[in-house]
């Protein structure tokens, strides 16, 4: 039995034991994203994780890390937490697997205004529910109670994860060439940029977020906005086996015109056929809302392109196929042609 207080930290407003409980009703949901590597359970100074390297011959590590932002003031406000954890999750892996690498463990850090245990335990369980769409394990992680910094419904969820890929296999952008095809993997809508805007256009703070909105299809503003962020790993794995992978984007905060350059070589730009790419309603509704330029869009959100990846044009057709098996409705955007000017929109 753990028997530790202290009386002088709880009247300062850091309540011990809700932590204890915190992690005591967590683990139900870590659990269940353990798999074959995981060597520690919750609780411990550090996560264990020993990785499979059979078969590599040079095995290299990748990182991402990142969090969910003023997104999570939707989820506040509408006083439902267990879908934030996932968006953590799919903003660090997302950009993992853009370079091939698969995740293998995630770390996350919550900071909180009061330690409520069922609180902490239902962000935990997006979380838990992210890797375990990930097929990566969250080993470990942190609940920090900040009285007097943030007020008391008030917290911060951020995240860390760890990839594992062979030197060889990695993607990077320098066998890309005029022609290669540029392939959408449809998002799930806003994903988790850009909410400082919307915040701001649809004043979430005053708004009944739980009222249907025809424009959404009869769908509540809150529910859309909470809408979790796609989490692609599987689905590009499976297409990277299948076809030959050149470059991958995961389109985030700066949109197209700054996320897709970033997979893309000197001299080369990609071409977009704005006309293809399938729009959630979401995008037209904040846009027209918020009065804001279709540039604008285009430079803050993904406009329903969660992930751009490019392949060679003889394999288009395998990796749209096994991206399709794996239940993304991926089809053709665009291609890549030479130009110094990076996004052709």
């Known amino acids: ?155 911060d969820l951020a995240g860390f994860s760890v990839g594992i890929a062979d030197k060889a296999k990695i993607i990077d952008n320098t066998r890309m060439k005029e022609g290669d095809v540029i392939i959408a993997l449809p998002s799930s809508g806003i994903h988790s940029n850009g909410y400082s805007l919307v915040r701001k256009v649809f004043d979430v703070e005053n708004a009944d977020l739980k009222a249907p909105v025809e424009a959404l299809g009869g769908k509540s503003l809150g529910e859309v906005l909470l809408t979790p962020t796609k989490i692609y790993v599987k689905p590009v794995l499976a297409a990277i086996e299948a076809a030959d992978v050149k470059g991958i984007s995961h389109i985030t905060g700066g949109g197209f015109y700054e996320n897709i350059p970033r997979s893309i070589p000197d001299g080369l730009g990609a071409k977009i056929d704005k006309s293809a790419i399938k729009i959630p309603a979401i995008f037209s509704y904040l846009m027209e809302t918020g009065n804001i330029p279709e540039r604008d869009m285009y430079n803050t959100y993904n406009m329903g392109v969660g992930m751009s990846m490019i392949v060679s044009p003889e394999t288009a057709e395998a990796a749209i196929a096994a991206l399709k098996a794996a239940g993304e409705d991926a089809y053709v955007i665009g291609e890549i042609v030479k130009s110094e000017e990076k996004v052709i929109l």
């Open 1 to 155: 039995m753990n028997n530790s207080h202290s009386a002088s930290y709880a009247a300062a407003g850091v309540n011990i034991e809700a932590g204890y409980e915190g992690v005591k009703l967590m683990k139900k949901h870590v659990q269940r994203t353990f798999i074959p590597g995981v060597v520690s359970d919750i609780g411990g100074f550090g996560g264990l994780f020993a990785p499979d390297v059979k078969g590599m011959e040079e095995p290299i590590l990748v990182s991402g890390t990142d969090g969910v932002g003023t997104k999570q003031r939707i989820a506040q406000i509408m006083d439902k937490h267990d879908t934030v954890g996932i968006d953590c999750v799919a903003m660090c892996v997302n950009d993992i697997i853009c370079v091939g690498a698969k995740p293998i463990f995630f770390l996350d850090y919550i900071a909180i205004g009061k330690n409520v245990p069922e609180k902490v335990a239902e962000l935990v369980s997006g979380v838990a529910e992210g890797c375990v769409q990930a097929g990566c394990a969250l080993i470990g992680g942190e609940t920090a109670e900040h009285p007097g910094t943030m007020t008391a419904d008030d917290y």
